[in-house]
């Protein structure tokens, strides 16, 4: 939970690609933004948002090809809460229907969450909607990596937002990609106050990060953080 809901559908959304592998969607209202990773045969979706507006993102990928020839697509969530799960099943059925292969992967933490579709966490009711739990095929812990194709995201577990909180890191030696969540944001944090945030955690979390080199962060709602360091140099002077 990290968006402000603004309201309706825009007229057009706009995607933004680091390529070769990387496509932005901005996420609708209250919706995180949904990133696609491509490598060959295989994709990576990271977030799902509400599942209120999966069209909308899935006309831009089907529209535009970034799914042709796709033969699997690993669905990963960066935590627990329902503006990052809700289209986790609603995009798996649209894939399915489409011939391709769907797989659930998360931290651990975030896995049991949602396996046990616990709504103390998830947090579903607040938007007026249940979530549908479902099976996490891909248990991860801190230091795992996760492949799509030949590319390797190195997972870092990010506790403070919620306890499952998790980044990827992609270095496909073009650029280096740093995928946030709700952990931090160009300017902000993601809050602490609700179920298994820890404020403490989170300045470790945020202190570990920059410890990356980072030509792009992608974060869980708004824009992407261009100057890595000096953003979390920034929210760290705040956060006590």
């Not at 979530?131 to 230091?143: Q, S, T």
């Amino acid at each position: 939970m990290g968006a402000n809901y603004t309201g309706g559908l825009p007229n057009k959304i706009i995607p933004i690609e680091v390529p070769p592998h990387v496509l932005m969607v901005r996420g609708i209202g209250w919706d995180s933004n949904v990133y696609l990773v491509r490598d060959g045969e295989e994709a990576l979706v990271i977030d799902t948002g509400t599942g209120v507006n999966w069209h909308a993102y899935t006309k831009i990928w089907e529209g535009e090809g970034y799914l042709t020839g796709v033969e699997h697509v690993t669905i990963f969530n960066t935590h627990e809460h329902f503006d990052h799960v809700g289209g986790n099943t609603v995009l798996r059925r649209w894939l399915e229907e489409r011939g391709i292969k769907v797989s659930f992967a998360a931290h651990r933490i975030t896995a049991d969450v949602l396996e046990r579709g616990d709504d103390g966490i998830i947090l579903s009711y607040f938007y007026g909607r249940r979530f549908e739990p479902h099976p996490v095929g891909l248990k991860l812990d801190d230091g795992d990596t996760l492949k799509v194709g030949s590319l390797e995201l190195l997972v870092l577990h990010t506790p403070g937002h919620t306890a499952g909180s998790s980044c990827l890191y992609l270095d496909d030696g073009r650029h280096r990609i740093m995928f946030t969540g709700d952990t931090v944001f160009k300017g902000a944090v993601g809050r602490t106050d609700l179920p298994t945030g820890e404020g403490w955690a989170l300045r470790e979390s945020l202190e570990r990060l920059a410890e990356f080199d980072v030509d792009f962060g992608f974060p869980g709602h708004g824009g992407y953080i261009k100057d890595w360091k000096e953003n979390l140099n920034e929210v760290m002077r705040w956060l006590l």
